[in-house]
T-cell receptor
């Protein structure tokens, strides 16, 4: 158990819809990172939030956006869903923004039909 | 950000030592090296992190040569429960970007 919780665990959407995924970070962690993991592949870095501001971004289009709240929990929003967005979305929290020691949640499995 | 290359898969037997090597030829001066373990349908779990030379904790050792162009994760006396995918990552301190490669699927046999 890492203390990082994600919701929902599973969801199904249709192409063109919007989705919001939520993450509660481990107590004391001020940094949250989001990853997308397609089946059979390694996680791909989407972005990181540190103290409510975006602090790094991977190669994802602007329709992937996020928020971090004062309690350091976070949301990942994806607009105009595409079939290729079907994946496991992982949230990870950490004590600092430039550390390699991330604590991952169990993920949210998104299926886009 | 430095790209990492690992073997796609490895097999081992219970009780053996397993060494998984990762290449990261373009590693930058301030980048760090981290290894994760992932079981199916679970989030990755941190194993060990290092910058240079050797690091050891209760579950693994990490060997990094002087040129830092590669690193080796060493798992002593593996068991069946060590069957998982192992990822080598190079972390960019400047851009806070940490990218996973394709990983190495380790299968431990009885």
């Amino acid at each position: 158990e890492t203390g990082v919780t994600q919701s929902p665990t599973h969801l199904i959407k249709t192409r063109g819809q919007q989705v919001t995924l939520r993450c509660s970070s481990q107590s004391g962690h001020n940094t949250v990172s989001w990853y997308q993991q397609a089946l059979g592949q390694g996680p791909q870095f989407i972005f990181q939030y540190y103290r409510e501001e975006e602090n790094g971004r991977g190669n994802f289009p602007p329709r992937f956006s996020g928020l971090q709240f004062p309690n350091y929990s976070s949301e990942l929003n994806v607009n105009a869903l595409e079939l290729d967005d079907s994946a496991l979305y992982l949230c990870a929290s950490s004590l600092a923004r430039n550390t390699g020691e991330l604590f991952f949640g169990e993920g949210s499995r998104l299926t886009v039909l | 950000l430095a790209k990492t290359t690992q073997p796609i898969s490895m097999d081992s037997y219970e009780g053996q030592e397993v060494n998984i090597t990762c290449s990261h030829n373009n590693i930058a001066t301030n980048d760090y090296i981290t290894w994760y373990q992932q079981f199916p349908s679970q989030g990755p779990r941190f194993i060990i992190q290092g910058y240079k030379t050797k690091v050891t904790n209760e579950v693994a050792s990490l060997f990094i040569p002087a040129d830092r162009k590669s690193s080796t994760l060493s798992l002593p006396r593996v068991s069946l429960s060590d069957t998982a995918v192992y990822y080598c990552l190079v972390g960019d301190r400047v851009n806070n970007d940490m990218r996973f490669g394709a990983g190495t699927r380790l299968t431990v046999k009885p």
